[in-house]
């Protein structure tokens, strides 16, 4: 770090260049620039450089190891016309809709149960965060174990307590696959909720309560009066970013499902993966890619300027 | 009777909800744990029960060990992880710092830049970034994914950092001015050591994100020695066959236990740094 020894420089001998050298480091604007450049510049050269390169190729007919051609919006036209595209439309709307508001209920009703005073309390918390730490890829598979067509303990669970009379392929059938997708990752994603639900329930007054209860209120009316109004940011905050990585979700689908069967549990991203790295059409698969741009910009906006206001 | 009735009470709104979602939130781990201990006349058989051993046996963690590379997977996992977080938290906080503590032209536009890059999901950069990591001919090499992992890990540690810089009252730091030192010491020896916390928290969720990581390593690393984890296990264990899964098992659990030791240490830095700036998932 090349600003270091300079500014630890004792007070110059001769007031010539080293104490300019210093003082010109000691300026806000240079030293603020001197410390963000090496961050700056890495993040231009491969966040903002890729995203519009991204850009680029899905105007071209581009395939690995061979020249693009431009082709305009080709890409996005044959896209449009494609009936797997708009499937995969549906599949991350439904994917992302579905799981969102489970996780938000399971992760408030987490949250609210925590937030009792119960001894183990802070063991409790650490465990309930456990699906969420851990490797995805790693406990996806255990879920594939968990849903094996043959092996499947649910389908144990089900036959032996009489429930149903002979198992279910969980990963085989098309809705069975997307509703066992939408059920592994509510189970990952649920604790996120819950313990940032958490620390907002925690800068809850206990006086707010008390009052609400003196003026006769239920529980249902301090849940709904005292609770929520103060959750709300948190709630908007965590519910925002939870959609925005769900959108972008990929090994959770690609380790269980790989966007089968028959493309019934697809979504941009393993779309995109297929298309890009396994055909090799990098140029489609960077349309397919950037097709989420619109819904996934209107969320970013709408988040940047709440985190700023709050 | 009274506290009768306060017991069922608390069944019904702790207890009972507590064990469901205990239950339901590790029993793949149990799952995981169990069937990596079993043999295999117990896993491939409809007869017996299979929520417990009956016979347990080592023998997927000796093969696992023994015929697989997850050795050289876990080390490949553990070096990315270590250079990428050092990587990432340097260059976040120093980021995080001129943001959150002073003033100079362009700060606007850089806070709104690394807010955008935070949340710019993988998926919309990865086949380009394919394209240009070939280009630099880095395939196959780990250099791949230690260039791409600190894209997702530098914005989130700066967000997440620039709270805690933001937290230090600025008299401390004048006052070590005023006594003669350089911003870059008053920085070092007075913002820094008082942000221990968030620099923690920022490094243990870099550690755990770059452990989780799927799908850079998943393109960039097509060759078994420089594979991590999480892609040797899914495109190395899963085979045609299907008597796998004892050590399938066994390498998921395995590969779990570094993130979980850490997580178990340093549990309220985690959470810290989650409530913080929510998070990538």
Not at chain 1, 249 to 266: C, E, K, M, S, V
Not at chain 2, 15 to 32: D, I, R
Not at chain 2, 105 to 113: D, R, Y
Request: net charge positive; aromatic share 12%; hydrophobic share 55%.
């Amino acid at each position: 770090m090349a600003v270091g020894p300079a500014s630890i420089a004792r007070p110059a001998p001769v007031a010539g260049r080293p104490a300019t050298m210093r003082g010109l480091i000691e300026r806000e604007g240079v030293f603020s620039w001197l410390m963000l450049a090496p961050g700056v510049l890495f993040l231009l050269a491969f966040v903002a450089y890729p995203f519009f390169y991204g850009i680029f190729l899905s105007l071209e007919d581009r395939r690995v190891a061979s020249e693009g051609v431009f082709v305009g919006l080709a890409n996005f036209r044959t896209l449009a016309n494609d009936a797997v595209f708009w499937q995969v439309v549906r599949n991350t709307f439904m994917y992302v809709c579905v799981t969102t508001i489970l996780k938000l209920a399971g992760g408030l009703a987490m949250a609210l149960v925590i937030n009792q005073q119960f001894r183990g309390r802070n063991l409790a918390r650490a465990f309930l965060l456990l699906p969420f730490i851990v490797p995805t890829a790693l406990s996806t598979v255990a879920w594939m174990w968990i849903l094996d067509p043959t092996f499947s303990v649910v389908n144990w669970l089900l036959v032996h307590g009489g429930i149903i009379s002979s198992g279910y392929s969980w990963l085989g059938n098309a809705s069975l696959a997307m509703w066992s997708l939408i059920v592994v990752n509510t189970w990952r994603g649920t604790p996120f909720y819950g313990i940032t639900l958490l620390a907002g329930l925690q800068t809850i007054s206990p006086d707010l309560y008390e009052a609400a209860a003196i003026d006769g209120a239920s529980t249902t009316q301090r849940f709904l009066w005292v609770t929520l109004p103060v959750i709300k940011p948190v709630l908007i905050i965590v519910t925002m970013f939870s959609v925005i990585f769900t959108f972008g979700d990929f090994q959770l689908i690609y380790a269980l499902t790989h966007g089968g069967p028959a493309n019934a549990t697809h979504v941009f991203s393993t779309l995109a993966f297929d298309i890009g790295m396994s055909a090799g059409q990098l140029g489609m698969g960077a349309a397919v890619a950037l097709s989420i741009l619109p819904a996934l910009a209107a969320l970013i906006v709408v988040l940047t300027i709440y985190l700023r206001r709050e | 009777m009274v506290g009768g009735r306060d017991f069922f009470a608390r069944l019904r709104r702790l207890y009972l909800p507590l064990a469901v979602f205990v239950v339901l939130g590790l029993f793949p781990f149990y799952w995981m744990l169990i069937t990596s201990i079993k043999p295999n006349r117990e896993l491939y058989s409809q007869k017996i029960m299979p929520l417990v051993v009956h016979q347990p046996t080592l023998k997927h963690y000796v093969d696992l060990l023994t015929e697989t590379n997850f050795l050289t997977w876990t080390y490949n996992t553990m070096l990315v992880a270590v250079v990428t977080t050092v990587i990432s938290v340097v260059l976040g906080t120093m980021i995080a710092y001129p943001l959150a503590r002073l003033r100079f032209p362009g700060a606007a536009v850089v806070a709104i830049g690394v807010a955008a890059t935070y949340l710019v999901p993988q998926p919309l950069l990865f086949i380009p970034m394919a394209d240009i990591i070939n280009r630099l001919e880095l395939g196959n090499t780990l250099t791949a994914v230690m260039l791409t992992y600190p894209t997702l890990l530098i914005p989130f540690s700066a967000w997440l950092l620039m709270g805690y810089f933001k937290s230090v009252p600025r008299e401390l730091e004048e006052a070590a001015r005023i006594d003669g030192a350089s911003r870059w010491q008053a920085m070092t020896r007075i913002v820094l050591p008082l942000c221990t916390p968030g620099l923690l928290s920022a490094g243990i969720f870099a550690f755990t994100l770059a452990q989780n990581e799927f799908l850079y390593a998943l393109i960039f690393l097509a060759k078994s020695e420089v594979r991590t984890v999480p892609i040797g296990v899914v495109t190395e264990l899963i085979r045609g066959d299907v008597f796998y899964w004892g050590q399938l098992m066994a390498g998921a659990l395995l590969g779990s236990i570094p993130v979980a030791i850490i997580y178990s240490f340093f549990v309220d830095y985690y959470v810290a740094g989650l409530t913080a700036g929510a998070v990538k998932s």
